[in-house]
């Protein structure tokens, strides 16, 4: 030990020399230099790399331009708009390829800088720079290709959707994650996903014939062979729309004047019998233009010979055998119709046409005001992993009537709609207008706040549950894979004391209250409207909630209510508790975020049935008020059964706040009238072995059947209901 001293000493005569605060110095001093030194060795790899990446990126750009190229692609534009730069910090601009934060190339705007940013494929590009942007956007229209292609383009993306067996380059099966130093760069192909190393490529095309099948979501993903953009002759179109309209007239009169001789007594009994209900027509029977049934619907079509009796398979009947008295008003009513499916025509920018008959597209409804306000971000992703033509965005000014316009010679199709409740109820409501003989089942992506129905489907509360479970890919499998059930939905008329209708009626797919819980509701939808930034969230959302409902705890606004509201279910009067402060009807058995107000598994009511969505049957509760509301909400109380029926008439004799769906509305004393309208098709996540699995295999039998002749639309139809409430 002494001899290692003294060699301490000897290498390090100054060592013993300092005092231990100098030696502390010392020791952080080296410490921070160290510290300094890595991270300078870091940055310059960090450089190094992206300079490769550069490079790369650059020698990609020059091999799109050479035109001597072996394998042609279709070019397509960017569809550029404005986005925060904020959001693209490390991105490159995909012209000049510098980093989007570069702050002299882009130009301010309401003191927040702003670029431009693909709606479809996720590039970025500098205001300067994106005028002279390559054409190497997705393409959606491919007609007359003889078959499909890739579309290789650089991820300007991260891949938050892709599954971890596409991590690997398609060609020869190494991984594609980035390496220390870059490497080749990797392409993506734009519509099936697959990934491959840039080097890799030119050794696949050559045996391959860079065909393109659509990877794993095919039969989801509406090919662009089958897609025609849609072409309108400027000069033209006002003489055609003239020469078009005219034989319209021609041919309506002298439809309208045969049916009123040769259906004179019929006429007469059918309007005796229709009255009433014109408020009906007007809202339930836009599809009535269309006489012939075209791949399983009534579809709206040029010819105007037979508009009169476009048939409807949902139940009420309606719309069956309306015919007026004069045929003058039949006439006005066909043109307005008319009119309206020529507006909706005229903004269709594409048509379908020639799908194959085992193609099982799927037409996506996006609503960007949902509650959680993610609709820019979810119309992205689904624009890479689909056919941008069959993702709609629902506006204020733009239903989805459109969609399925354009959807409406495409024999098997689905819907996903992302958004919450009210959305739902949106798309449910058109495609009922539509008056499918085999109406499309219809899956939700739970984008709202409570997502109640999107629960009992087994498909979630929110987005947050969808990326723990593996993004929008694996949403899209299991849409594809998906059980067919049926929802029942309900007519809600709005009477005077005389009967008579005093607006158009309105549907109830989840539940109607009306009461406390309605006010909670309605104090929200104000505030919405007034500080809609507040809502942007769907936690925030729920706090939100919170709050307005523990303001109302204290208020005894409805306590009067057992004497305002009297309640009928099927002719029988039904007592209304003297505790309660608001009465719920409701249909499935999620409400409020997942409160099951029926609670089938309580045995403490004999004299009940379990609730089901599917039997025709609605349920009548009572609440306490807000504070209850609060206690059903954490689980620590129950909502008290008052009755179940096939109709419900709620007479409200004073002024009352009413929701419909989580959308409520302030109520003059009016009575509710709740009776059954009919059942939609809905797709349940299949999660139960082995009844969810089997009834997904079963609704492709029957598809199948329908495709080869088997059996047609109706007995398809009839088939799925009863096998949805047998199943599921």
């Not at 199709?413 to 958004?419: I, K």
């Not at 058995?589 to 309580?602: A, F, K």
């Not at 025709?616 to 029926?645: C, D, M, P």
């Not at 009352?656 to 009919?678: K, Y």
Request: with cysteine; aromatic share 6%; hydrophobic share 35%.
């Amino acid at each position: 030990m002494e001899d290692d001293g003294e060699m301490g000493m000897f290498f390090f005569p100054w060592w013993n020399s300092k005092n231990p605060l100098e030696m502390a110095g010392f020791i952080f001093t080296c410490f921070v230099a160290a510290l300094v030194g890595i991270l300078t060795i870091a940055y310059t790899a960090s450089q190094w790399r992206r300079n490769i990446n550069l490079s790369w990126a650059k020698a990609i750009a020059r091999s799109k331009k050479n035109p001597k190229a072996k394998h042609k692609t279709p070019i397509a534009p960017h569809t550029w708009e404005r986005d925060s730069i904020s959001r693209t910090k490390n991105l490159n601009c995909c012209v000049c390829l510098k980093s989007m934060s570069s702050p002299s190339q882009t130009i301010a705007a309401s003191s927040e800088s702003v670029i431009h940013r693909c709606t479809i494929c996720g590039a970025a590009a500098h205001f300067s720079c994106s005028s002279s942007a390559p054409k190497d956007c997705k393409c959606v229209s491919m007609v007359g290709y003889e078959h499909m292609v890739h579309q290789w383009a650089v991820r300007w993306t991260e891949g938050a959707d892709q599954s971890d067996e596409s991590s690997f380059c398609s060609y020869c099966d190494e991984s594609c994650s980035s390496s220390f130093l870059g490497g080749s760069p990797i392409w993506c192909c734009l519509w099936c996903q697959r990934l491959v190393h840039v080097d890799c490529h030119s050794n696949m095309s050559n045996e391959t014939g860079d065909v393109c099948d659509l990877g794993p979501l095919r039969r989801l993903v509406l090919c662009p062979l089958y897609v025609k953009e849609l072409t309108r002759n400027p000069s033209g179109g006002f003489l055609s729309t003239i020469t078009h309209g005219a034989n319209e007239l021609a041919s309506t009169v002298r439809a309208s004047i045969s049916k009123k001789y040769k259906q004179g007594n019929e006429t007469s009994v059918d309007s005796g019998n229709s009255g009433g209900r014109n408020c009906d027509e007007s809202t339930e029977s836009t599809a009535d233009t269309g006489p012939a049934v075209v791949n399983g619907t009534h579809a709206v079509l040029e010819n105007s010979s037979s508009v009169m009796n476009g048939g409807s398979s949902h139940g009420d009947g309606d719309s069956n055998g309306k015919l007026e008295k004069k045929p003058s008003v039949k006439r006005s009513g066909s043109f307005g119709k008319k009119d309206e499916y020529q507006g909706l025509r005229s903004k269709l920018k594409y048509e379908l046409a020639d799908l194959p008959s085992d193609a099982r597209p799927l037409l996506v409804f996006i609503n960007k005001k949902s509650g959680a306000q993610r609709g820019d971000s979810l119309r992205q992703r689904l624009n890479l992993l689909l056919n941008p033509v069959q993702v709609c965005e629902l506006s204020s000014v733009q239903g989805p009537e459109v969609g399925l316009l354009l959807f409406r010679k495409v024999p098997h199709f689905r819907v996903l709609v992302c958004g919450g409740d009210g959305t739902a109820g949106w798309v449910l409501d058109a495609i009922d207008k539509q008056n499918f003989v085999s109406p499309p089942a219809v899956a939700i992506l739970p984008a709202g706040t409570g997502n109640d129905l999107a629960r009992i489907l087994n498909w979630g509360g929110g987005l947050g549950s969808l990326e723990r479970q593996g993004g929008l890919s694996t949403v899209l499998q299991n849409i594809e894979h998906a059980a067919v059930t049926v929802l029942d939905r309900w007519k809600v008329s709005i009477l005077n004391q005389q009967g008579k209708q005093l607006q158009p009626p309105k549907y109830m797919n989840n539940y109607i209250g009306v009461g406390c819980d309605a006010k909670v509701a309605l104090d929200i939808h104000n505030l919405r409207e007034e500080n809609p930034e507040r809502f942007y969230s769907q936690f925030m959302n729920k706090v939100l909630y919170a709050r307005e409902g523990a303001r109302s705890i204290m208020d005894r606004t409805f306590e009067d209510f057992p004497w305002q509201v009297r309640v009928e279910v099927d002719g029988v009067d039904i007592e209304v508790p003297e505790d309660a402060e608001g009465v719920l009807v409701a249909n499935i058995g999620s409400y409020m975020g997942g409160v099951d107000l029926w609670q089938n598994e309580d045995e403490t009511y004999e004299n009940f049935d379990p609730q089901s969505i599917h039997d025709k049957v609605v349920e009548v509760v009572s609440i306490s008020g807000t504070w209850h509301l609060g206690k059903l909400q954490v689980g620590l109380s129950q909502a008290r059964r008052l009755a179940q029926g096939q109709s419900v008439k709620i007479q409200l004799c004073a002024p009352l706040p009413v929701q419909i769906d989580g959308e409520p509305w302030s109520q003059q004393p009016c009575t509710l009238t709740i009776s059954h309208h009919g059942q939609a098709f809905m797709l349940k996540r299949a999660t139960e072995e082995p009844l969810g699995h089997a009834a997904a295999i079963i609704t492709d039998v029957l598809e199948n059947a329908e495709t080869n002749q088997v059996i047609n639309a109706s007995q398809k139809r009839a088939l799925l209901q009863e096998m949805a409430v047998r199943l599921t």
